[in-house]
């Protein structure tokens, strides 16, 4: 296992398209995160997948964003009808969350997404 | 909402020099973790703590989780020029979201 994978690296598209990342987690984990970064800040929380229940998800998760975990391995996040603030860093993340376990996540490298 | 305060924004330094940052909150965190993160790459942990008061390790770098659980400073002893990148605080509390800080963005000039 090679870590937190994520795809694509970069993506460029106009204004108004829709877009899907995907991310596939270190393999034993059973927790996986997606978070968002703009330029000069720190990532931000978007929402959790336990297994593939989806936990949590923040305000910032617009009724545009929509993120899928089907079968509690790899995970989708889907923007509908992009706008140019919606560009940013998309970081995946993931961790083993089980009684007695401790340990901060794995993020990947991250989807660069501009929006034009 | 939880905000986590973190200074210096950034630090220009001379190779060998030490280096600390901080950061500090209005609500307690359960676990504070340190991340550095290099340009077009996603954050990687240096440090994990666990336990109000815990001062932990991990080579050149030593960070501490406060008392009151609402600060944790990081220091980088003995600087070198890998460690240019930007170092970023966070604090947990229910096991799931992270809370960041802003970032310290850390140049060492060889």
């Known amino acids: 296992d090679t870590g937190v994978s994520q795809d694509p690296r970069h993506k460029i598209t106009k204004r108004g398209q829709n877009v899907t990342f995907r991310c596939d987690p270190i393999?034993?984990?059973?927790?996986l995160y997606w978070y968002r970064q703009t330029l000069g800040q720190g990532p931000e929380f978007l929402t959790y997948?336990?297994?593939?229940?989806?936990?949590?998800k923040s305000r910032l998760l617009s009724d545009r964003f929509s993120a899928e975990r089907p079968k509690g391995s790899f995970s989708t996040l889907e923007i509908q009808r992009t706008e140019q603030g919606d560009s940013a860093m998309y970081l995946c993340a993931s961790s083993l969350n089980t009684p007695g376990t401790r340990g901060g996540y794995t993020f990947g490298s991250g989807t660069r997404l501009t929006v034009v | 909402g939880q905000q986590l305060n973190q200074s210096p924004q950034s630090m220009f330094i001379q190779e060998g020099e030490d280096v600390s940052m901080n950061c500090t909150s209005s609500s307690i965190f359960n676990t504070w973790l340190w991340y550095k993160q290099d340009p077009g790459e996603g954050p990687v942990l240096l440090i994990a703590l666990y336990k109000a008061g815990e001062l932990t390790s991990n080579g050149r770098l030593t960070a501490q989780f406060g008392i009151t659980r609402k600060d944790s400073f990081l220091n980088i002893s003995a600087s070198i020029p890998s460690d240019v990148g930007i170092y970023f605080c966070a604090g947990e509390t229910s096991g799931s979201r992270l809370t960041f800080g802003e970032g310290t963005q850390l140049t060492v000039n060889p």
């Open positions: 997948f336990q297994n593939e229940a989806q936990l949590e």
């Open positions: 393999s034993e984990h059973n927790r």
